[in-house]
């Protein structure tokens, strides 16, 4: 623990060994291209794929109607609605998957999806989440019986009365409208698989970009029918995830379904435009914000009302039992009496989804609202923003702290992060040059921004979050061989978090071994044990906890085969964590190393155990962990061009005990490089016709190593009261922190001039519109 060890797994990565999906061949292997949509809402009238099927190479042309034949014309999405494989009747957003093309080699594919005949009645679509409500928008899901609008559900949480008669009776009171963009998580690797269907032993295995690939399994199984011990889901190394692999994609439906009908292996892999435009989105939040203050600052309450865009199916990567994790963690890091929010979702013509993109459920808007609005009540008031902050935290010595909605934070000491990220920043130095530069109207503003939020991941408690029904713990197995080295396998999955190491690491520090000397495997539901995957940062609060105990059970039974080693009683051998070995008491010299235990356990066990060293733990966390930070943008703002400069990026980050602070510092820096793009870049556009016009890469920005800053990082440590080893995640946590701290910064550069936001991206067109509107362009 706390040790830097290298990333075992870069030497394959380095070395050019990497196994992606798309380095996967089998023989007799055919490639699958899917017809997509040029229209966001209209009727087929016919598909012909004639032309296709005479081009060389071209072995099938699918439809609807052949899938339908099958019982797999349709899939269930995350949140239970049902979304079309191939489209059957009506397209219902730009892109949507028509029909699919095998073929013999992927560029025979190609061409053949693009000879692929399809005739369409055009209709009007609606794109805008506002305008899909009223009451002369076109209807999109006319195929759902009791469908009568685009409306598709209102969820609330908090006491909405209570809250009113604390805002009536405020001193002050704020609010303010702010979208959070659609975004998309940007993976390097795209989505894509290879299903084999083997009707020998009648057993389908599919090789995909899988976040999640037992429950993977089990959907797969009950799309198909196929009995689940028959589907075989391998998901090999992952080339980045970011949420946009959890979610079950029509294309995986169709390599598999045409596996079965042709029986040969086929590949289906996306294009990055496809990926773009058809798989998870992030965000796409309206959210309107209220605070109730007393006069000196102290917030009473918070209002949020949310209207949410979940295109046209309703995919929402979310747990079943609670509407969104939005409404966890909305009251932020402060000690508020009330809560109230509000949340209605819409159908439109956009691409479905809802992911968690670098956010566990929504976390990412949650804290954007509420580290923005703490903002705009301090500049309502005039106090400083981190004064404010302060008054209002929940204080270290409240925890485990029950916020107004009713969840129960496990720890935090909120301002010590702040104290030292103020001054890492050199905080009043910053203020003392930002009046400075106003007072000398100089051409480029200086501004501050705070952000000092609290994550909420580590999902389960399997009482409170499941996916498609089944609860989210996690699992370990541990095996420790003959000769003292060992194998782990577990349910989560990595995507490049660098699970193979820390995961070694947490058994190499339970049971005294070197990290070299245990494998960590996962992604193969034949031999892993069951979990659900990686995402919202759940790995080491869940699956890590699970490691823990296995390693804390193999070390028990350790102990008998100890005593019987160095003929001593069980109760008096003792384990001793410094040198990682075991002795018996009061004899430290009569001591053993888990590798001799390990040949015993086979060579020489006692007779009144097993032989073998192993043990399993599935692990249902008590409660999520609550990581934090406090992050410090300092900007120039040229009143010129609207252009923003980053003077100064300061994240303390606090995530509880830190097994390998290497791996955690890249998280970090990847997740600051993500939440820059959202705040400055990124936008998944439409324009009214339903044309994506966000959707690749030379219209999707992202920002690459010229747009980062240096970043500064620093931390705190406040350990999680309820997980064996202490730990809370920490992969989100700097996406879902920086982009109400970018915000927050550029607003200040301009907030004595009267602006209270800036809506994301701040390209310099929209930076330079605020200034403009308050009279600060030159
Ligand atoms: N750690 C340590 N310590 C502590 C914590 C943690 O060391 N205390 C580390 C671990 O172990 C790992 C990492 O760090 O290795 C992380 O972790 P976490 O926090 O637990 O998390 P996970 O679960 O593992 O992961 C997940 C995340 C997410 S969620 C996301 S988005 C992203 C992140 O992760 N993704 C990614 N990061 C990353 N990275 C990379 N490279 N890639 C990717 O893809 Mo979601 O929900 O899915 O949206």
Redesign the pocket.
Known sequence: MGEEVTRKEDKRFITGRGNYVDDIKKPRMLHCEIVRSPHAHARIEDIDGSRAMALDGVVAVLTADDLLEHDLATMPTLMDDTQDVLVNDKVKFQSQEVAAVIATDRYVAKDGAEKVEVEYEVLDPVVDAEEALEEDAPLIREELDDQEDNHIFDWETGDKEETQEIFDAADVTVEEEMEYQRLH?A?IETCGCVADWDPGDDKMTVHMTS?APHAHRTLFSQVSGIPEHKVRIVSPD?G???????PIYPGYVVAAAASYVLERPVKWIEERSENIQTTGF?RDYDMTGELAATEDGEIQGVKVDVLANHGAYNAA?QPSKFPAGFFNIFTGSYDIEAAYGSLTGVYTNTAPGG??????FRVTEAVYLIERMVKVLADELDVDPAEIRRKNFIPSDAFPYESATGWNYDSGDYEKALDKALEMADYDHYREEQQRRIEQDADKLIGIGISSFTEV??AGPGKQCDIAGIEMFDSADLRVNPTGNAVLRVG?Q??????E???A?IVAEELGMDVDDIVVEHGDTDTEPYGLG????????VA?AATAVAARKVRDKAKSIAANELEAAEEDIEWDRESGEFHVAGAPDRSITITEIAAGAYMNHPGSEEPGLEATNYYDPPEMTYPFGSYIVIVEVDRETGEVDFEKFVAVDD???????M??E??IH??LAQGIGTAMMEHVTYDDNGNVTGGDFMNYLLPTAKEIPNFETGHTVTPSPHHPIG???????P?VGSPPAIVNAVVDAMSHAGVSHVEMPMTPDVVWESLDEAGLAI
């Open positions: 998580p993976p976040q992952v980045g995830g970011f949420g946009n692999k959890v992030a990567a992911v968690a993109y670098r956010c566990s991941v580590g989560v990595t995507q490049g978090q660098g699970h190491t820390t995961f690491q990686t995402y919202g940062s759940r790995s080491t609060p890590g995530c509880g005990n830190r097994i390998n602070p791996i955690i890249g998280q990847g997740g730990a809370k995640g920490v992969g989100e946590s996406t």
